[in-house]
Nanobody, 125 residues
Framework: QAQLVETGGGLVQAGGSLRLSCAAS????????IAWFRQAPGKEREFVAA???????SYVDSVKGRFAISGDNAKIVVYLQMNRLQPEDTALYYC???????????????????WGQGTQVTVSS
């Protein structure tokens, strides 16, 4: 089982950057597709980005050109680099793993088996 831990959240001004990290206690993430989701207060959890290690990456339209998902060479950590952050990006960000490794990567919450506890990202205007 993948026990995922997210780090890197925080408070940033609009236009700033943050990098989130997702790891599974030092174990390889290459057995899973990894995605980032986010959930703002009063809203449903939404897909942000995913990496499937074969075809590459996918993003929700609202973050294309601003966010980038990537993995380290050992596929132990998956990052979400977030640039030009806006107040509407404020949310609890979750890392999720899909053991079925769907191609293309899944974008719905029910297709992901494992979830982290989330890391808060707050963007001030």
């Amino acid at each position: 089982q993948a026990q995922l831990v997210e780090t890197g959240g925080g408070l940033v001004q609009a236009g700033g950057s943050l990098r989130l990290s997702c790891a599974a206690s030092g174990r390889t993430l290459s057995r899973y597709n990894i995605a980032w989701f986010r959930q703002a207060p009063g809203k449903e959890r939404e897909f942000v980005a995913a990496i499937d290690w074969i075809r590459g990456t996918s993003y929700v339209d609202s973050v294309k050109g601003r966010f980038a998902i990537s993995g380290d060479n050992a596929k132990i950590v998956v990052y979400l680099q977030m640039n030009r952050l806006q107040p509407e990006d404020t949310a609890l960000y979750y890392c999720a793993a899909d053991s079925a490794r769907r191609i293309p990567a899944a974008t719905t919450t029910y297709e992901y088996d494992y979830w982290g506890q989330g890391t808060q990202v707050t963007v001030s205007s």
